[in-house]
């Protein structure tokens, strides 16, 4: 079997945030024949479209992540009832120039992690309306909210509360069903 490649997408940028030990711990629980890559947005200068022209190399590089991947998952958290503003940014630099979006036909799933039970709700939501508008086939069902508490992420990666693994298990497996029943991009 090919390798599929998946893209990860982490919509905060500190280093040990609970949305990025979820994406550890996801990508751990992903088949052997699914390989994930972190596409980093925290490089990405404000999007400017004065730059349309000519991309900053961040834009460039980021453009070209997202385009050799054959799905994506986006981890976010939640910040003011939306997803962050890096995270829009990234988005804005993927779609940009107008008619060369690097998001069309990407198969996608939405996850977050939050002290709250529902912390994500919102911005899961959020961003799905601006992926759909972007061509991405986000993964409609399950909507998962992780409820982060120290230690349910052990320093290797794993879920270590059996009812969440479960639970995060579940998604991973309709997510993997729904990168292998789309048609490939690119």
Known sequence: MSTTKIGVIIGSLRKDSFNRQLAKAVSALLPAHMQT???PIGELPLYNQDLDAALPAPAVKFKQQVESVQGLLFFTPEYNRSYPGVLKNAIDWGSRPAGKSSWAGKAAGIMGASPSQVGTALAQEHLRMVLSALDVAVLPQPSIFV??????IDADGKITNEATAKFVQGFVD???????RLPPTR
């Open 147 to 152: 409820q982060y508490s120290a230690g349910l």
């Open 174 to 180: 309709r997510y993997v069903a729904w990168v292998e």
């Open 37 to 39: 890559e972190e596409i």
